[in-house]
């Protein structure tokens, strides 16, 4: 039996995951993914299809190993076919963990608008229309982002956690700060759910995705192998090409 590997390559970590058709058997998280770790795994699975998508600089020892072990590799780029249309300006500059993500939402939610609610050091906020067009979308500073320019920026504010008290408004400079930032993002996504229709699907996904999702007074679909379960589907797209 062959199965299906992804990689997702982030600035700081890795995320790893064997599949067979559309059903994850395998996922770890990768501090520093290593050739070793490339060699393990696939002694423990026979890989007949591997995708790589990454946001780092210099992948070539990853891909190279890839190609030496797995039966067929494909390199997430903006030249590579995908089954949504990317209706962007200049597709060559939209991160590769962006699209996967949309083909992820796409592939969860087709015949819905769906916003795409990507939670990390940055938040990105994206639209994939119901017949899989990429309208576009918007990055903005994520929570602890926020709460340290904050701390740089200004002289006598202090560094604030992630958690802790978030009431409406704050009652001291602790529970201000992570309120301005928290509060913030949730304005942001009531704006721009507003702006779609009513029954848009709201996926979040990312490492602050459930800090925000408890305070949200709308449904949401969290998601946290959102950009694996895209890279799995522009996989299997491409080898039913």
Not at 137 to 144: D, L
Not at 163 to 185: K, Q, V
Not at 216 to 239: A, C, M, Q, W
């Amino acid at each position: 039996m062959g199965y299906n590997l992804t990689i997702d390559q982030g600035n700081s970590s890795a995320k790893v995951a064997v599949w067979h058709d559309e059903t994850m058997i395998y996922d770890s998280v990768k501090r520093d993914l290593s050739a070793s770790d490339i060699a393990k795994i696939t002694s423990l699975y026979t890989i007949n299809a591997a995708i790589y998508c990454s946001v780092a600089q210099n992948g070539d020892a990853i891909l190279a190993e890839l190609q030496n072990r797995c039966g067929k590799v494909y390199e997430l780029t903006s030249a590579l076919p995908t089954p949504i249309t990317i209706d962007y300006r200049t597709p060559q500059s939209l991160g590769r963990d962006r699209i996967a993500a949309a083909v992820g939402a796409w592939t969860m939610c087709r015949g819905k608008w769906t916003l795409i609610v990507d939670m990390g050091t940055a938040i990105t906020y994206d639209v994939v229309s119901p017949d899989g067009r990429f309208i576009g979308g918007n990055i903005a500073p994520g929570v602890e982002m926020r709460l340290e320019a904050l701390h740089r920026h200004t002289a006598r504010l202090p560094k604030v956690e992630t958690t802790g008290d978030c009431p409406l408004w704050g009652y001291d400079t602790e529970t201000a700060l992570r309120s301005g930032a928290i509060n913030g993002i949730i304005g942001e996504l009531h704006h721009y759910r507003d702006s779609l229709s009513n029954d848009t699907i709201v996926i979040l996904t990312g490492g602050s995705a459930e800090i925000i999702a408890s305070r949200l007074d709308f449904p949401t679909k969290l998601e946290r192998h959102l950009v694996t379960k895209g890279l799995n589907s522009i996989l299997i797209y491409n080898e039913n090409k």
